[in-house]
C-alpha cells in the first residue's frame, strides 16, 4: 500500500515563495494521478493541482494560475508544489494524494483514495 508524506510546509509573509514535497513510499506512484489539496478548518477540502499518470499538462485551480507549479518525479517517487506569490489567503493545511480519475472527475475528492497526513503553510504579515 503506498503511503504519502508532505513536508515543506511554514510560515512566510505575503509574496513570499515555498516549496511543499510529497515522498510515496511502499510502492510506486507510477499509475496514480497525483494531486494537492488544501483545507482551511471549517471548511471544504479544496482542489489545487493535479498531475495525472497519463501525462499532459498539469491542470490547476484558477486561483492558484499562474502562482503554483506541481511537478511530479516517478523516478523519485516525489511529487512538489513550488508556491509563489503566496497570499493570506493561501494559508491552510495543504495534502498530497494519489487516486485514479478521469480527467472529469480529477478535481474532486473522492476521486483519490490515498492521502497524506498533511503540511500547514501559514502566510501572515
Known amino acids: 500500500q503506498v503511503q504519502l508524506a508532505e513536508s515543506g510546509g511554514g510560515l512566510v509573509q505575503p509574496g513570499a515563495s515555498l516549496r511543499l514535497s510529497c515522498a510515496a513510499s511502499g510502492g510506486t506512484m507510477r499509475g496514480y494521478s497525483m494531486a494537492w489539496f488544501r483545507q482551511v478548518s471549517g471548511k471544504s477540502r479544496e482542489f489545487i493541482a493535479a498531475a495525472r499518470a497519463t501525462g499532459g499538462n498539469p491542470i490547476y485551480a484558477e486561483s492558484v494560475k499562474g502562482r503554483f507549479i506541481i511537478s511530479r518525479n516517478n523516478a523519485e517517487n516525489t511529487i512538489t508544489l513550488q508556491m509563489d506569490s503566496l497570499k493570506l489567503e493561501d494559508a491552510a493545511v495543504y495534502y498530497c494524494?494519489?487516486?485514479?480519475?478521469?480527467?472529469?472527475?480529477?478535481?474532486?475528492?473522492?476521486?483519490?483514495?490515498?492521502w497524506g497526513q498533511g503540511t500547514q503553510v501559514n502566510v501572515s504579515s
Open positions: 494524494a494519489a487516486g485514479r480519475p478521469i480527467l472529469s472527475t480529477v478535481r474532486l475528492v473522492q476521486s483519490y483514495s490515498l
